[in-house]
T-cell receptor
């Protein structure tokens, strides 16, 4: 059974640009969550989607948004990039809704904002 | 606000030794998770602890949960180099299991 996949794996952008990251959950999983990992702030929850609906959102500005498609794949978008958005963005899936027993994390997308 | 603290933040230990990582959380939580992260890699689920007194073991790692003390421990027995990684604990709120609140992480380095 294939795991959680994320694309792209690495990304370099400049301030002011926008970026879209993609996540494909484990087959059969309908819940997708996004987390940001930085050395300073650690791992922080961004949002969770289940059945194409955002069920929960973390304390991030409106520049961070996401969506989920009918096949459970999810995208997150960051507009007007800032230097502080440089981070590892992790996607996690679970059968859903919510975390239930555990979440399975993807390899992450490492974003560098110059 | 639910906060999760781990200590120590860094741990350098010799192979064959035992040690414990502590995870304290500030408010009631009904689930506690332990994850492992290798450098540049994603998070790997190690344990899920669902009730007070729960104990789980896998190889040289054993995790326990005391919900009354709001404390979980990850005990390492006879450490080996392969255990070198960063270990995170995480909790969910009792009323909202939709997101994980992570601890600061403990970076473990095992040397010969």
């Amino acid at each position: 059974k294939a795991g959680v996949t994320q694309t792209p794996r690495y990304l370099i952008k400049t301030r002011g640009q926008q970026v879209t990251l993609s996540c494909s959950p484990i087959s059969g999983h309908r819940s997708v969550s996004w987390y940001q990992q930085t050395p300073g702030q650690g791992l922080q929850f961004l949002f969770e989607y289940f059945s194409e609906t955002q069920r929960n959102k973390g304390n991030f500005p409106g520049r961070f948004s996401g969506r989920q498609f009918s096949n459970s794949r999810s995208e997150m978008n960051v507009s007007t990039l800032e230097l502080g958005d440089s981070a590892l963005y992790l996607c996690a899936s679970s059968p859903g809704p919510g975390i239930q027993e555990t979440q399975y994390f993807g390899p992450g997308t490492r974003l560098l904002v110059l | 606000e639910l906060k999760v603290e781990q200590n120590p933040l860094f741990l350098s230990m010799q192979e064959g030794k035992n040690y414990t990582i502590y995870c304290n959380y500030s408010t009631t939580s009904d689930r506690l998770y332990w994850y492992r992260q290798d450098p540049g890699k994603s998070l790997e689920s190690l344990f899920v602890l669902l009730s007070n007194g729960a104990v789980k073991q896998e190889g040289r790692l054993m995790a326990s949960l005391d919900t009354k003390a709001r404390l979980s421990t990850l005990h390492i027995t006879a450490a080996v180099h392969d255990l070198s990684a960063t270990y995170f604990c995480a909790v969910t709120r009792s009323y909202n299991t939709d997101k994980l609140i992570f601890g600061t992480g403990t970076r473990l380095q095992v040397f010969p």
